[in-house]
């Protein structure tokens, strides 16, 4: 099992997967393209367009922060455009993942993090965090069509904590895709994926790791959650990154 593509285990540069680097700091921006069947079910991914940015040593500080949301921010573009998405259309913003735990409140922090104004008479973005089964019974696919379908939603952000295989990579890498999001797929809780397919608008999935399967330490297979001492603030840092390059895009300066 894996969320970041690049522990798939494949050969991914027979595959399309390209790497450049990114100034002086280590950080890579990787991209692969899952453009039909036979790769997908080899890779186990679905079709779409991937993007990976790694920043092994990112500790938190302003202009590393700053060219992070830049990158993340010009490969959302991308895929905007190769979604046709109109930002002065209706756009849902998905906070996915559990808000009780540290480790797993990415997307709420991500759209509180959002612009947002209460006051504007038509606001064409919506923001969203459906929580967990467990706390409120209702399938998050579920949710999420349903506010689609009400709203007359044209496209959809999901936003997401993934899992990882490295203790070295929480915190540390953003992947981006055109194919979605399954919430819960990091721990073994398989609901239906949000995309395109499923929803009927565009989707784009925005993840990064906060949780370490247990065999990078030793203890199996099964996720791990971790909550370092300083998780709270990790998170929140990634959020702002994340936030700031959707409000670039959605608000700032456009597509």
């Given at each position: ?30 991209s ?48 905007f455009?190769?979604?046709g ?107 239906k ?9 565009p ?13 990078a ?39």
């Open positions: 099992m894996f969320d970041l593509i690049d522990e798939s285990g494949e050969d991914l540069k027979r595959m399309g997967y390209k790497v450049k680097e990114v100034g002086k700091s280590g950080i890579c921006v990787a692969l393209c899952v453009e039909n069947n036979q790769k997908s079910k080899k890779l186990s991914l679905p079709k779409g367009q991937y993007f990976l940015i790694n920043a092994p040593h990112f500790e938190g500080g302003t202009k590393e922060s700053e060219l992070l949301s830049r990158l993340v921010a010009d490969r959302l573009k991308i895929l455009e190769n979604l998405i109109d930002i002065k259309k209706k756009i849902l913003i998905v906070g996915l993942g559990n808000p009780e735990i540290l480790s797993d409140c990415l997307g709420k922090f991500v759209v509180d993090n959002i612009y947002f104004d209460p006051m504007k008479k038509e606001n064409n973005v919506f923001k969203f965090c459906p929580n967990i089964f467990f706390s409120t019974g209702i399938n998050t696919f579920d949710m999420v069509a349903i506010l689609v379908k009400g709203l007359e939603i044209d496209s959809v952000i999901v936003i997401d904590s993934l899992a990882t295989h490295s203790l070295e990579r929480l915190g540390k890498s953003f992947q981006m895709s055109s194919g979605g999001m399954t919430p819960g797929s990091g721990v073994n809780r398989l609901g994926r949000i995309s395109l397919e499923s929803i009927g608008v989707c784009i999935s925005i993840g990064v790791p906060f949780m370490v399967y247990a065999s330490v030793g203890q199996g297979e099964e996720p791990l959650l971790l909550t370092p001492k300083d998780i709270h603030e990790d998170v929140k840092k990634i959020a702002m990154i994340i936030a700031n390059a959707i409000n670039k895009i959605l608000f700032w300066e456009g597509v």
